[in-house]
Nanobody, 125 residues
Framework: QVQLVESGGGLVQAGGSLRLSCAASRRTFSSYAMGWFRQAPGKEREFVASINWSGVSTNYVDSVKGRFTISRDNAKSTVYLQMNSLKPEDTAVYYC??????????????????WGQGTQVIVSS
């Protein structure tokens, strides 16, 4: 069972930046796609971004394109989410996620089934 530990959340003013990190305990981290999801109060959890096992292919929800960047360091078993130009509507608990099938497509958002505990991001206006 892989363990995912997120960090880097906090309170930031609109227009500011945060960098989230997610450290994975998985020995074969480099073989699996990784993703970030978020859940705002009273709303369902939604997909934010994903990256394939090699880091070559990335996907984003339209609302964060051009502002957020997902990346990974396979040597450190860590995935990152750089968030710039933050907006109040980005306020949510952000979750790191991974898949159970190696080398599977990062485009399949339903394939993400292992979650971290989440890190809170609050963007004030």
């Amino acid at each position: 069972q892989v363990q995912l530990v997120e960090s880097g959340g906090g309170l930031v003013q609109a227009g500011g930046s945060l960098r989230l990190s997610c450290a994975a305990s998985r020995r074969t981290f480099s073989s699996y796609a990784m993703g970030w999801f978020r859940q705002a109060p009273g709303k369902e959890r939604e997909f934010v971004a994903s990256i394939n096992w090699s880091g070559v292919s990335t996907n984003y929800v339209d609302s964060v394109k051009g502002r957020f960047t997902i990346s990974r360091d396979n040597a450190k078993s860590t995935v990152y989410l750089q968030m710039n130009s933050l907006k109040p509507e980005d306020t949510a608990v952000y979750y790191c996620a991974t898949q159970s099938v190696p080398y599977y497509s990062a485009n399949d958002r339903t394939a993400f089934g292992s979650w971290g505990q989440g890190t809170q991001v609050i963007v004030s206006s």
